[in-house]
């Protein structure tokens, strides 16, 4: 009997042994998965995105642009709006939950019919200066604005838009990123440009246009008006371009503001779920609700990421269904930018609208309806999931300074914790409990201040870490 018993006490313990090897090289391989520095993907800086071949000869000219809305656009665009049918009304009791409300669809199309200035709007536009260049055989629309004479420093910063929007989107900071302030001893030359197939900016007919190789294509823009290193302010879209740019050339970014900072590094993930049982071990008791309970998060993103999944899958489809008509075209664009403006007011008619101007909405339709770029602007999402090169980069931590700006109704926001994973010199964060995803136009002073508050830190990093 107890040499029975103690050939199963032996098996126990074999079976245990077994076991406990098996945990620990299971937890060994995971962490050194998750925590792993894959090497960077070898990448063409000059891959060619023009239509037919790369010609022998770049064209290198800068131009001078100024946009126009012409009569003939204008004239089918009001046609289009007088003609459209009857919405299907809201539920009883409904507001914006089913999506945008069509009664109040109805009273932004009628003022961009009947109210919408189209001269007034372009002059406001075109009061900076804009201009094209041809980068990789893509047509770039860019506005640079330098600052009046001054005796401080003048610094260069790259803005970058996401989806849909374009330059028209920092048309409320540029005056106030060039006009000095006390308080610092630098200033801003602005360089706001519209993404490839996005605004002014050509579109390319090539497969592979991932955000990595916009990032490429806004590095050599750059270089092309003789500025080798700079800053970068961004969000959305944008910001990952700009996440990549520091990723691939660290040495030429100075700093990297975003109000969507976004880590997707795997260990980042783990996080998510760490962080989900003991939640105040890691995130600020006040900043909880933004991240758990994870159940929320979840049903949150399943509620508004529909939209996400199409233009990630099929784009040319929902383009398809709304690029010849202006008025589903709004619909479908001012829902997303309603809920990303607050998603806290479903139960109103105006769905998060009423947190942006009429007119800035209406730029933001226009110049996709003009330049016929829903379509080609929704690409972006499909591209950037669908070559390996965005998950390879997106793994690379960077060296880069990062400044971390979180508004209240931003799409996703992740605490400094996890950031610093992508992020290693994350040394400036700021956290507001007001705005949403469109900072620029809904919240520009606020975005603009902590511009220069954060720049004021990378001066201070790079200049204890020897690089200027």
Not at 324 to 341: H, L, N, Q, R
Request: charged share 20%.
């Amino acid at each position: 009997m107890n040499d029975n018993w103690d050939n199963v006490l032996v098996q126990m313990i074999k079976s245990f042994s077994l076991f406990a090897v098996a945990a620990v090289v299971i937890g060994v391989g995971t962490y050194y998965y998750l925590w792993r520095v894959p090497d960077m993907p070898k990448l063409d800086f000059e891959r060619w995105w023009g239509n037919g071949d790369k010609p022998n000869e770049d064209d290198k000219t800068i131009r001078a642009f100024k946009i126009v809305f012409n009569e003939t656009m204008i004239e089918d665009l009001k046609y289009r709006l007088r003609n459209r049918r009857p919405y299907t009304q809201p539920l009883e009791g409904m507001q914006s939950e089913y999506g945008i409300n069509t009664i109040y669809l109805d009273k932004i199309l009628q003022y961009w019919h009947d109210k919408y200035n189209f001269k007034k709007r372009v002059d406001l536009l075109n009061r900076y200066p804009h201009y094209k260049t041809k980068i990789q055989g893509l047509d770039i629309h860019f506005i640079r604005v330098k600052p009046e004479s001054t005796n401080k420093k003048i610094l260069p910063i790259l803005l970058m838009h996401g989806w849909p929007s374009s330059s028209k989107e920092f048309d409320k900071v540029i005056p106030m990123l060039t006009t000095p302030r006390t308080e610092y001893d630098f200033v801003f030359e602005v360089i706001a440009v519209d993404l490839p197939g996005f605004g002014f900016s050509e579109g390319t007919n090539k497969p592979g246009l991932t955000p990595v190789q916009i990032g490429i294509i806004m590095r050599n823009l750059m270089k092309r008006i003789g500025i080798d290193k700079f800053y970068i302010q961004a969000g959305d879209w944008g910001s990952q371009a700009a996440t990549h740019m520091c990723t691939i050339f660290p040495d030429e970014i100075l700093g990297f503001h975003s109000n969507m900072p976004l880590s997707s590094r795997s260990i980042s993930n783990l996080k998510y779920v760490i962080g989900s049982m003991f939640p105040s071990l890691f995130v600020e008791s006040k900043h909880k609700h933004r991240l758990y309970p994870l159940k929320d998060f979840f049903l949150y993103l399943v509620r508004e990421s529909g939209y996400f999944h199409l233009q990630a899958t099929k784009p040319d489809t929902i383009g398809a269904a709304v690029t010849d008509t202006p008025a589903g075209m709004a619909a479908y664009v001012f829902e997303k930018i309603g809920v990303c403006s607050n998603k806290k007011q479903l139960h109103t008619q105006h769905g998060g609208l009423d947190n942006i101007d009429i007119d800035d909405l209406l730029d933001t339709a226009t110049i996709l309806w003009a330049n016929a770029c829903i379509t080609t602007s929704m690409r972006i999402y499909a591209e950037a999931f669908a070559w390996p090169e965005t998950y390879i980069v997106h793994d690379i931590p960077t060296k880069v300074p990062t400044a971390a700006v979180n508004f209240l109704h931003e799409v996703i926001y992740q605490p400094d914790w996890i950031l610093r994973d992508k992020f290693i010199n994350l040394v400036h964060s700021t956290t507001l409990d007001f705005g949403g995803h469109f900072a620029a136009m809904q919240t520009p002073k606020e975005l603009v201040d902590d511009v220069f508050a954060s720049v004021n830190e990378f001066i201070k990093f790079n200049t204890k870490n020897g690089k200027k």
